[in-house]
């Protein structure tokens, strides 16, 4: 088998990676142009070059095509904001940088969110499995992945409790935000995002926040 020198990636694996980004490319041009709800499997089959079976064997529907690619912004997003996190002195200023960056992209893309945490919430993407390998849990997102990562320095230094488990710390925390996010595109006037954002983080951390570290 032929194998790609540097990543150690198949060429039949590489090919697919290919057309999966490709049909993403495609499908955001047609969502752009002619908007979401205009926009159909069988336009992006035909705009892509695929045949629509091949197009469904990647993605069911395309709700699912719009959550690759968000998915992929905040893969790229997290990697960039990793470093600087490190540089803030707790876990609340952690917290607080990582959703403003991730809510910065949404403030801009309303409607996309929408799309996507509809999507999400009717699949099993925020159905958790006990038996999943964290590991793996954790590198699949990208503000979820740096949710964790803060989650457990927390732990580590002493600052959050460590008696219950990160994983169900940082499934509290995405659970959360992604309500208020919900709430707020329901009718974006009605509260401001950002604070509430910051109100849910004080009231995560006066939860979770080691007995010698609570505010007497």
Known sequence: MEIDSISGEGRMERKKRELRQKII?????????QGFSNTTMEQI???ADVARKTLYNYFPVKEAIANEYVRG??????????????KLPDTRSRLLKA????????????ELTGI??????KTSYYSYDKNQDSK??????????????????????????SDVHFKWLVRYVDLLR????????QDTSSFELR???????????????SDDKRSK
């Not at 809510?103 to 893309?109: C, S």
């Not at 996507?116 to 919430?121: H, I, K, S, T």
């Not at 793996?136 to 409790?161: C, D, H, K, V, W």
């Open 25 to 33: 490319n495609v499908a955001m041009k047609l969502f752009e142009q």
């Open 45 to 47: 089959a035909e705009e």
């Open 73 to 86: 912004i905040s893969t790229q997003m997290a990697e960039e904001a990793l470093a600087k996190l490190q």
């Open 99 to 110: 959703l403003n960056n991730a809510y910065g992209w949404v403030e801009l893309n309303p």
């Open 116 to 121: 996507v945490l509809a999507y999400r919430f």
């Open 136 to 161: 793996n849990e954790f590198q699949e997102r990208g503000t979820y992945r740096i949710i964790a990562e803060i989650i457990r320095q927390g732990q580590q230094s002493g600052e959050i409790r």
């Open 178 to 185: 992604g309500t208020i996010v919900w709430e707020w595109l």
């Open 195 to 209: 604070e509430e954002i910051s109100r849910m983080v004080d009231i995560v951390l006066d939860g979770i926040r």
